[in-house]
């Protein structure tokens, strides 16, 4: 191995390492520093929290451009843009899991805390075997292309679905087989012991309905990074720091996000482009990733801008 190709293996080592510690200490803020108590989250505390995340993204974009070049960059905010949109729907069907399962707020940042814990290892797992398969079989690309493309027009033309209480859940019917469980909280605690035996709480019921949807979720979201980038540490380290802020994202916006109306038709665009992306250079051009960058911003903030001059009109009217 060459003096560059040391070189280069011991700078992606050093990213690996640093990127592990500021997740670790990021969960450490979180758990013991943001959210020491349960109580009732305040609106400012939670956007402080919020932009403290999102700062942590931005500069660690910054410290990928200075380490991997401008391009390597681009990349990793696509990624991350394109994780943090996607939760919107993530945090909306929290928002009917809590409410539909009866978690009082002050206990649901212990729930959420657990369920990005589960996230990390889940999305770091499908990652890795992602990238395994990507590179032995690069035409699954071409596969994630198709799903991509038929995932944002289905979310692009499908109705909602109303919400069912969670004792007709599958998930519950499931659980309920295997486990007992009680229907009454127990404060903070996820197992409980009712009449001499133990009982999953609401709070355990919660947590796995929240894994089991963030890996569906991963479903649509990893191969859209994946035809984005192929470099599993851009891939990863995108996916991870969007999530990292996503309970304090969740906080933020759970009571307002059904308001973007439009935004839901916007990531249904922007999946449809990147599932579309791999084809352009068969038809002589090719998709630049500042264009992929530019676009994903511009669909994002359209949708938003144009869900809130339409309220702003029904609101009129």
Known sequence: MDIVATHAVLSQNLMWVIFGASVLVLLFLD???????????????????????????????????????TDKAMSYFTGYLLEKSLSLDNIFVMSVIFSSIGVPSKYQHRVLFWGILGALVMRGIMIFLGEALVSRFHFILYIFSLFLIYTGAHMLFQKEDEAKPFKESKIYKILSRFFHVTHELHGEHFWA????????????????????????????????????????????????????????????????VNRFTYLKPALSIILIFI?????APHFGFEVKTWQSLAFTLFMLTGGMVVSLIQEKKGIQK
């Open 193 to 256: 012991k009712v009449d001499g035996k133990w009982h999953i709480t609401p709070l355990l019921f919660a947590l796995f309905v929240i894994e089991t949807m963030d890996v569906i979720f991963a479903f649509d979201s990893i191969p859209a990074i994946f035809l984005v980038t192929d470099d599993v540490f851009i891939v990863y380290t995108s996916n991870i720091f969007a999530i990292l802020g996503l309970r304090a994202l969740y906080f933020l916006l759970a009571a307002i």
């Open 275 to 279: 599932g579309l992306k791999i084809f």
């Open 31 to 69: 758990l013991c520093v943001f959210n020491r108590k349960n109580e009732e989250p305040h609106f400012w505390h939670t956007l402080w929290i919020c932009v403290f995340y999102i700062a942590i993204a931005i500069v660690f974009g910054f410290f990928v451009m200075y380490e991997e070049g």
